[in-house]
T-cell receptor, first 116, second 114 residues
């Protein structure tokens, strides 16, 4: 049973470019959340996708957008890259169940994005 | 604003010694609190999960405590090993109508020296 997978592992882009990161959730999971983690900081919530819709969003500009496909995999797109977008981007998957008290998220290994 | 604050930011301990990490939160309404271990450049891995009714939870040499009244949690590492060198992140789940939301602390970076 594969866990959460992300691609690519590393990526180098220049300012102003656009980037797409990909995530495949753990088998059986239907919800994908994306996080940005700057060096030495805790992860910051970007947004969450469920049933191919953005369900929640953190304090990130519209340059950050996403998509979820029918097979539950997800993409994170960042337009007009800034130097400050350099970070580890983490994807986490979970199963949305009504009434569930324990909300288990499994994280992928992350994609290291460097903007020069 | 819901927040999760961790202390210390970093610490160095000798192999075999114990240490305790702290987490204070203001998240409400609260669903559960978990501690993650994150190796450098890797995704976080869950160590313990506690609901508001649980006071303590152990996972091997890791023991987490929770005081929901004071909104404080701690993670105790016993007989530290070199492989314990990592960041430890406290995460609090907030109950929201649109789906639970996780709020992360900034982490405590632990370095275990031989």
């Amino acid at each position: 049973d594969a866990g959460v997978t992300q691609s690519p592992t590393h990526l180098i882009k220049t300012r102003g470019q656009q980037v797409t990161l990909r995530c495949s959730p753990k088998s059986g999971h239907d919800t994908v959340s994306w996080y940005q983690q700057a060096l030495g900081q805790g992860p910051q919530f970007i947004f969450q996708y469920y049933e191919e819709e953005e369900r929640q969003r953190g304090n990130f500009p519209d340059r950050f957008s996403g998509h979820q496909f029918p097979n539950y995999s997800s993409e994170l797109n960042v337009n007009a890259l800034l130097l400050g977008d350099s970070a580890l981007y983490l994807c986490a998957s979970s199963l949305s169940r009504t009434g569930a008290r324990i909300y288990e998220q499994y994280f992928g290994p992350g994609t290291r994005l460097t903007v020069t | 604003k819901n927040q999760v604050e961790q202390s210390p930011q970093s610490l160095i301990i000798l192999e075999g010694k114990n240490c305790t990490l702290q987490c204070n939160y203001t998240v409400s309404p609260f669903s559960n609190l978990r501690w993650y271990k994150q190796d450098t450049g890797r995704g976080p891995v869950s160590l313990t999960i506690m609901t508001f009714s649980e006071n303590t939870k152990s996972n091997g040499r890791y023991t987490a405590t929770l005081d929901a009244d004071t909104k404080q949690s701690s993670l105790h590492i016993t007989a530290s090993q070199l492989s314990d060198s990592a960041s430890y992140i406290c995460v609090v789940t907030e109950i929201k109508a649109a789906g639970n939301k996780l709020t992360f602390g900034g982490g405590t970076r632990v370095l275990v020296k031989p």
